[in-house]
């Protein structure tokens, strides 16, 4: 499984000037070996982008039997947004 270090919350992609603590030919993150502070810095990886993907077609598929057609865009990340909410409220996050 990879991480990278993300370029803005927003896209959420790969941030192309990091370079890889082991290798600098590569851009990816590696735990426990980035130089940056890992509390200023965000990441993203394989795995977690995995979950959530198939989280995310899941959703989709329950508006399709309901509403007899996919989740807009605008309603996907609604739904991110209401359950990621819940989770810092009880985790006592931002």
């Known amino acids: 499984m990879g991480w990278w270090k ?3 919350v927003e896209r959420g992609q790969v941030d192309p ?3 890889c603590p082991t290798n600098s030919s590569l851009v990816n993150a590696v ?9 200023l810095v ?3 990886g394989d795995g977690p982008a995995d979950l ?6 899941k959703v989709n598929g329950q ?7 996919p989740a807009k865009p605008d309603e ?6 209401f359950c990621l909410n819940g ?3 009880e985790i006592g996050g931002e």
């Not at 735990?31 to 509390?39: A, H, N």
């Open 6 to 8: 993300i370029d803005s």
């Open 17 to 19: 000037s990091h370079e």
């Open 31 to 39: 735990p426990g070996q980035e130089t940056e502070d890992s509390t």
């Open 42 to 44: 965000m990441y993203n």
């Open 52 to 57: 959530m993907g198939e989280a995310l077609r």
């Open 63 to 69: 508006f399709i039997v309901a509403w007899g057609r």
């Open 76 to 81: 996907l990340r609604a739904t991110f947004n």
């Open 87 to 89: 989770m810092l409220m």
